[in-house]
């Protein structure tokens, strides 16, 4: 054997589940957390997700992008597996859908200094999900209920899908596992955190995976350049975030002999009002990203309401450019408007017009000019009414709800609520709805003198055929002719539909649109111009619960805007409001110590570096364990080590930035280290390699070990990383505004120390033999006992049951039949006693 194992029976103890071979080369796979389900990403590009217990049945395939700098970075699972995160060299995150092939949301990485900072590639994901106590839940639980939402929106109808534009409530509902496509209050108070590394050295963070906080520099936090993060975990309560990074080594060294190493740290970060006001954070997430999400639904509305009406536009102009045709044949000079109106008022069309009306008027075209006209009106309303208006009334109440919170300063305060700058958006949603009111009247006027112009001019061409052919015509339809001759001044003139064209387009005297800035209370609030409500003689004075009026704000405007004006402006708003409450929270997480662990990582040579880290809360301690392997180096025979370092993060009661206060929690603190040298029992003179490990759960490290030579085998192997021979490391440093580490790295500091006999031999609990396999990369899932490796040709995979419990019922039942059997023999000689004391006797 080529390494020491405790249990030599052990070794099929792993169950095969099953094996399934695949066409395309496989680059990365990794397991569902929750379902049997695996998700891959090819060699050619492609992203698919298949069920795998029995057949490998593929629930759908994303092709590779057609974008060259588009490509598959990573990819990880949220923790319910309802939900996949792709990371993308061009440092887009798209959120999938697991059951269909639907994206549901879309990240973009907030420059760090200014809109038109690169984007780098996401090199890193991890999703991790709040886990409590049930005296925490029901702290929290009562904590939010003051923070609830006002039970009116739990009655209020969902919004309407609006035709040609993507949802994104489905992503709301599911955000808080609720049967309501929109964000329900009474869900769990717990909250989880999407993480994410870039090849700038940037570490992001998303709340939900659709909140984005502004992204933290590493460089800014710990003095480092180059910076790469390998692994990400979070304690159970999300108060500290460790991250396993490796920097570049430009030392003189380094640089004069040519060859390009690396440095390994070991970083962390306590997550400030990420954790200290997380409930806060969650309340808030879910409200802006409804808002977003309103915003944009109004924003949509708007454009669809200006492309219907562009539509009309375009329709109405076919027939007045036909006109101008006839004008260009007689040479002449005139408008259809002023043909039309002569027509009205003499009841008798000119020769232009009558020669129009034959060659290029015909009863279908004008059936079809009114059909559609009268389509288009109906839709410009329904927009308005059923989209725009009720999104516009949504999102007012979710600012309100804003308000609320910003008036509780103890617990929104450091946040950046800002109560006025809310109060702005409001009147500027309100401004929105009273405009559509205006819209609304004059689209009702317009369409009514659409139709009487239609029941005219449909009689004048039945006139004017009827005199051809000599036949008698009808008696002169009841027509407004005021309505007739305002469409016909409006629609057919050099304006089109003024009335409404000043919706959609800005006063041209003037490139960009003046807004009012809104204070609260508003100065215009006086016994002039206040509503009856206002004025009401009860307030004494005061201001009214509901200060808002909307058509004096609206009023308030030096030039009217146009409708897109308008929206982008509030949006630009909601997303300051937004940014405010993400930066202030990225800029509280702060690093808080680092751990220089090894120097001298060969970055050239492919498999020659594995790490994983795992944070693993105990009684009373919560440690975070980080191990890697390194090949041959330093005269030390390839070795695994293990190190240990002590959070505490639960004794922790309050996380300030001070250096004092870092300095005198870390002096209490002690870190140790163990290492596997992986030698060759059997030839001493040989080692061991790691072609994968994986840290599986809270005890086992789970790896596949290789022989030096061809014809060695290839073994999937079980081992307790917590029961190693640990020994004492140095503290880490409080980091301080200086990148100059006068310590030298752990591995060079205890590597005396092992060569004095402190190094452990490899001793495996449960090994499988792989030879045949060839296994070169492994994925896990520890909560449902699974483990999945990947064939060194990259087209096959195997998966395993790695539970203990299955092989111990298993024991258990043969032991059980032994003695069955056993008893049943005994009462076979028993019978057959019996029988011969009756043969003697007689």
């Not at 991250?243 to 962390?268: C, E, Q």
């Not at 052919?469 to 407004?480: I, L």
């Not at 060194?792 to 111990?808: G, R």
Request: hydrophobic share 35%; proline share 3%; glycine share 4%.
């Amino acid at each position: 054997m080529i390494f020491q194992c405790e249990d030599a029976e052990s070794r099929v103890a792993f169950r095969l589940i099953n094996q399934h071979l695949v066409e395309d080369s496989i680059r990365l796979m990794s397991m569902c957390p929750t379902m049997d389900l695996l998700a891959v990403c090819t060699e050619s590009g492609s992203v698919w997700v298949a069920r795998w217990y029995n057949a490998l049945e593929k629930i759908w395939t994303l092709p590779p992008s057609q974008d060259n700098e588009e490509t598959v970075e990573v990819f990880t699972w949220r923790p319910d597996g309802k939900v996949i995160a792709i990371g993308y060299s061009n440092g887009i995150i798209r959120l999938y859908n697991v059951d269909k092939l639907e994206m549901i949301h879309e990240l973009f990485q907030k420059p760090l200094k200014s809109p038109s900072s690169k984007s780098f590639a996401i090199n890193f994901l991890f999703w991790v999900q709040e886990t409590k106590k049930d005296s925490e839940i029901i702290n929290d639980a009562t904590n939010d209920f003051s923070m609830s939402a006002h039970p009116v929106q739990k009655y209020l109808p969902r919004l309407n899908t609006m035709p040609h534009a993507k949802p994104i409530s489905k992503l709301l509902g599911d955000l808080n596992e609720s049967d309501e496509d929109d964000l329900d209050d009474r869900s769990s108070s717990s909250i989880d955190l999407l993480l994410a590394g870039d090849a700038g050295g940037n570490l992001h963070l998303s709340v939900y995976g659709i909140y984005n906080l502004q992204p933290i520099s590493l460089s800014q936090h710990i003095q480092l350049k180059n910076t790469t993060i390998i692994k990400a975990s979070v304690t159970p309560d999300l108060s500290l975030i460790t991250l396993l990074i490796r920097t570049d080594d430009y030392s003189t060294s380094s640089a004069s002999t040519g060859f390009h190493k690396d440095r390994l740290f070991f970083v962390t970060f306590n997550t400030g009002l990420l954790y200290t006001q997380k409930l806060e954070i969650r309340t808030l997430s879910q409200r802006y990203t409804a808002i977003k999400y309103l915003t944009d639904y109004i924003f949509k509305g708007i454009k669809q309401i200006e492309s219907e009406y562009q539509d009309l536009k375009l329709l109405t102009n076919k027939f007045v450019e036909s006109f101008q045709e006839v004008l260009e044949t007689h040479n002449a000079k005139s408008k259809l408007s002023a043909e039309f109106a002569r027509l009205l008022a003499t009841g008798k069309p000119s020769s232009l017009l009558d020669e129009y009306m034959e060659s290029h008027l015909t009863k279908r075209a004008l059936k079809d000019w009114e059909s559609k006209g009268q389509k288009t009106f109906d839709q410009m309303r329904e927009y308005v009414n059923h989209y725009v208006r009720i999104g516009c009334e949504r999102l007012i109440i979710e600012l309100n709800a804003l308000v609320g919170y910003s008036k509780w300063p103890q617990k929104f305060q450091k946040l950046g609520l800002d109560e006025s700058f809310i109060h702005s958006c409001v009147v500027l949603a309100g401004c929105i709805i009273s405009r559509l009111e205006k819209l609304n009247s004059i689209i009702d006027e317009e369409y009514i003198n659409f139709l009487e112009f239609h029941q005219w001019l449909q009689f004048e061409f039945d006139n004017i055929t009827s005199l051809e052919q000599n036949t008698n015509h009808e008696a002169s339809p009841r027509v407004d002719v005021h309505k007739v001759s305002s469409y016909i001044k409006n629609s057919l003139g050099k304006d089109f539909l003024n009335n409404l064209e000043k919706f959609f387009v800005d006063d041209q005297q003037s490139s960009t649109i003046s807004l009012p800035t809104f204070e609260f209370p508003f100065s215009s609030y006086n016994s002039d111009n206040c509503t009856l409500f206002q004025q009401n003689s009860s307030h004494n004075g005061e201001l009214p619960a509901y200060p808002y009026d909307f058509l004096s704000s609206n009023n308030a405007f030096q030039r009217a805007p146009s409708f897109e004006s308008f929206v982008t402006e509030l949006i630009n708003r909601c997303d300051i409001l937004s940014s405010t409450t993400a930066d202030n929270v990225a800029k509280s997480v702060k690093a808080h110590e680092l751990v220089d662990i090894v120097e001298g990582i060969n970055y050239c040579i492919d498999n020659i570096f594995l790490a994983d880290m795992r944070i693993v809360a105990e009684d009373f301690v919560t440690n975070a364990y980080v191990i890697f392997y390194l090949s041959q180096d330093r005269n030390v025979s390839p070795t695994i080590w293990v190190l240990r370092f002590p959070l505490y993060a639960k004794t922790l009661k309050s996380y300030a930035p001070s250096l004092k206060l870092a300095d005198n929690f870390s002096r209490s603190k002690t870190g140790e280290i163990a290492c596997i040298q992986l030698v060759n029992n059997e030839h001493p003179e040989e080692f061991l390699s790691i072609t994968d490990l994986n840290l599986y759960d809270d005890e086992k490290l789970y790896m596949t070990v290789v022989g030096s030579e061809n014809d060695e085998p290839i073994l999937l192997s079980e081992v307790k990383y917590t029961e190693l021979n640990f020994i004492s490391i140095p503290e880490p440093y409080v980091l301080q505004s200086t990148n100059e580490f006068k310590l030298p790295n752990v591995i060079n500091q205890v590597l005396d120390q092992m060569r004095n006999g402190n190094f452990t031999p490899l001793l495996v609990q449960r090994f499988r033999d792989l030879t045949h396999f060839k296994s070169l990369q492994l994925t896990t899932n520890g909560a449902r006992g699974l483990i999945g490796a990947l064939s060194n040709d990259k087209k096959s995979i195997i998966i395993f049951d790695t539970n203990e419990e299955d092989v111990d019922d298993m024991k258990e039942d043969v032991d059980d039949m032994k003695d069955v059997d056993d008893m049943k023999e005994d009462v076979d000689d028993m019978k057959e006693d019996d029988e011969n004391l009756k043969m003697m006797e007689e």
